[in-house]
């Protein structure tokens, strides 16, 4: 299966073309300002390296979110624009279980991705290692302040957090769940878009998932944008 996947959700992303478990070429960047920019050159770059055309394509994947609201707006934009454009199937990946992916199963500590959801709150996720199948998401995608992950979180496992949220919460985090706490180092603190084709291919394969419409396809925000609840305020 033949995979372009778009990420879009952290500020570093960028897209990938994956292939029956393999990545075939790979471009990202970290700067959240210049996706509108630098994200339909990158596409077309690599299709043009690797000698694809639109039609030898099977799905397109998209990071669905939490994340940047701007940031997944631009790349659900630019996945449904060449979806529909080139009739291909769009599947949205959730950006925790993308994250998730990066750490190293062979560890028994449950996984925790952090993502900074600025406003004093985190969006975060729990998953259980499973070699080789990859991270199995046993609790809800929350948006929550970091101090209630002491109340939801498991009070007798370890624990390995990783995402951009440590940069954030860090000392907090420690002081929650002393030696149960453990750090991802920050190279795996993004969503990779690699990460995320393989991980859609896995879905359709492995778990039976469908492609939705791609005009039907919504990012997953986890709470109100500042504007909406202002305006709810009013």
Not at 32 to 46: F, G, V
Not at 165 to 170: A, E, K, L, V, W
Not at 216 to 229: D, F, G, T, V
């Amino acid at each position: 299966m033949l995979i372009l996947a778009i990420e879009t959700s952290c500020m570093s992303g960028g897209a990938s073309i994956t292939s029956s478990g393999t990545v075939l070429g790979e471009i990202t960047f970290k700067s959240r300002k210049t996706y509108s920019r630098r994200l339909t050159a990158s596409i077309l770059y690599l299709m043009k390296e690797l000698d694809l055309t639109w039609d030898d394509l099977d799905l397109i994947a998209t990071g669905l979110g939490p994340g940047s609201f701007t940031g997944l707006r631009i790349g659900l934009a630019t996945s449904k624009g060449f979806a529909l454009a080139h009739s291909l199937d769009l599947l949205g990946v959730p950006t925790l279980d993308t994250i998730a992916e990066n750490a190293v199963l062979e560890d028994q500590r449950l996984i925790c991705p952090l993502m900074d959801a600025r406003r004093s709150q985190v969006y975060a996720s729990l998953y259980q290692p499973e070699f080789p199948n990859g991270p199995k998401r046993i609790l809800d995608y929350l948006a929550v302040p970091p101090q209630e992950l002491g109340k939801i979180l498991p009070k007798e496992n370890d624990i390995l957090f990783l995402g951009d949220g440590i940069s954030c919460y860090r000392t907090l985090l420690q002081d929650i769940f002393k030696k149960r706490a453990a750090f991802a180092p920050s190279c795996l603190w993004y969503p990779k878009p690699s990460a995320t084709g393989l991980l859609a291919e896995r879905m359709v394969m492995e778990k039976g998932e469908r492609p939705a419409d791609p005009a039907l396809i919504m990012p997953l925000y986890c709470r109100l944008s500042e504007a909406e609840e202002n305006k709810l305020k009013k």
